[in-house]
């Protein structure tokens, strides 16, 4: 049985997290998933408008499905900064 966890993201019948639309697993429920996801980062600086117009280290996180290329997750950090990880207990 599928449990719907977010608009992006399932925990499927294997108790892995997977993607909603492809149903790709990014690992067990219970562990950070983040890391087995694509990730894309771009700076901040003229994406979000004058509050980050001098955010020079500001980077968007984006999570995307290695499976289908679906944005699951975006997050807002400097460099080298630990995901903020969303762990589904198990």
């Known amino acids: 049985m599928t449990r719907i966890l977010s608009a992006t993201l399932v925990r499927d019948s294997d108790d ?5 639309g ?3 697993a990014l690992g067990p429920a219970g ?5 087995a996801a694509v990730l ?12 980050y117009s ?9 999570f995307l ?3 289908c290329g679906t944005l699951l997750d975006s997050e807002t950090a400097l ?12």
């Open 31 to 35: 562990q950070p998933w983040k890391p």
């Open 54 to 62: 001098a955010a020079d280290d500001a980077l968007l996180r984006r």
């Open 65 to 67: 499905c290695p499976g």
């Open 79 to 90: 460099p080298g900064d630990p995901f903020l990880e969303d762990v589904v207990e198990a």
């Open 22 to 24: 492809c149903g790709h």
């Open 40 to 51: 894309s980062e771009v700076a901040m600086k003229g994406l979000g408008g004058a509050p």
């Open 16 to 20: 892995a997290i997977a993607c909603a």
